[in-house]
């Protein structure tokens, strides 16, 4: 996640030394600045969506506005706590069959998110948290289920049996939502807007790891955004972008070594019930809404790269990078040139995307 990635943001409990690691899969460049002093410059930090969350703005209003955001962003954490009794997520979860009227807003993440699902022909699926439970990945208490169980458990997984009317909502009973693949992103986003509404024009919001942009730096030059190293620490290199959110998903961000000896990821295909496993470390998006990059990164990492490329290619409303785990780095054309490999990774191939 960089989302959450992704879909386990509102499921489980967390280490404060994990939430922090996931907060650095994209790692914020504030140095090199070609001014010295910044213009009413206001941070705040907290502690949302099972995260950690820094938001830094620039403007006579920064403050009051940042707690603005901060507080539409507690809102939505209690619409869609997977665990949180008042929660709509939690209703519809345990509704046994019966419709729910929900709030608008999580109508509307619901909406998008089965769009998404409906675009990526599954590989985003809302309804796997049954699988993830059965992981341990939700808890922190892992395990390796047997075949038949998770072949019990898919005849619960599947989108295309969320059934939305408006702000009515209603599963199949054995179903349950979990909105952590695009919450962060969709959060972002709404964010941004509160910004934007209030007259802020520079902005940096860390969603613990989903980095949205509102406009440029102060100086007028790009926001530097570090892209972490799947196999370790440190960063690989550089994007620069103005206004746009970057999302990163990967198997490194959350796993588990099993009683087999096998390498366990967080991120589970929801057409085998088991962890992705198809060659690739990480996956960055860039585009203009948080809640596509949310979306797309955790998809498009299910996919593998092959896929990944084809549903760019039919697309192209973002751009990505790619790790593979042979430590080649592949990306799109639209972000080749605001990519700066770091020197001392000079072992690392890039290779350009082309339409």
Not at 129 to 147: C, D, H, M, Q, V
Not at 280 to 302: E, N, P
Request: proline share 2%; hydrophobic share 40%.
């Amino acid at each position: 996640m960089l989302k959450y990635d992704d879909s386990l943001l509102y499921g489980g409990t967390m280490m404060i030394k994990r939430i922090l690691s996931l907060c650095l899969c994209l790692i914020l460049l504030l140095s090199g600045c070609s001014y010295t002093q910044e213009p009413d410059k206001q941070s705040i930090s907290f502690f949302a969506m099972d995260t950690y969350m820094e938001f830094t703005a620039y403007g006579e209003d920064a403050e009051p506005t940042l707690m603005s955001a901060r507080e539409k962003i507690a809102d939505l954490e209690l619409l869609w706590s997977v665990t949180g009794e008042n929660s709509d997520v939690y209703a519809v979860n345990h509704a046994d069959g019966q419709a729910i009227e929900v709030a608008y807003e999580t109508a509307d993440i619901l909406k998008f998110a089965l769009d998404m699902s409906e675009r990526t022909n599954g590989a985003l699926d809302l309804t796997v948290y049954p699988i993830l439970s059965a992981w341990g990945f939700t808890k922190e208490e892992n395990r390796i289920p047997s075949k038949d169980e998770i072949k019990g458990l898919l005849s619960f997984v599947g989108y295309e049996n969320v059934m939305l009317n408006g702000n009515t909502v209603q599963l199949e009973e054995g179903m349950m939502l979990d909105l952590g693949a695009v919450g962060k992103g969709y959060a972002g986003d709404i964010a941004a807007g509160i910004l934007r509404e209030n007259g802020i024009t520079s902005a940096l919001l860390n969603l613990g790891g989903n980095v949205q942009t509102v406009g440029s730096r102060p100086d007028g030059s790009d926001w530097r955004i570090g892209l972490q190293d799947p196999n370790g620490e440190g960063k690989i290199g550089v994007i620069e972008v103005s206004d746009l959110a970057a999302v990163t998903s990967g198997a490194y961000e959350r796993f588990f070594i099993g009683d087999d000896g096998n390498r366990y990821g967080h991120i589970i295909d929801p057409s085998t019930g088991y962890p992705v496993e198809n060659g690739l470390l990480s996956i960055t998006v860039i585009a203009h809404d948080g809640k596509l990059c949310d979306a797309l990164s955790t998809s498009l990492f299910v996919m593998g790269l092959d896929k990944s490329v084809e549903y760019w290619r039919q697309n192209q409303d973002f751009d990505m990078i790619l790790i593979s785990d042979s430590n080649d780095i592949y990306l799109t054309g639209g972000i080749s040139e605001r990519f700066t490999l770091d020197s001392d990774r000079s072992n690392m191939k890039v290779y350009v995307i082309s339409e």
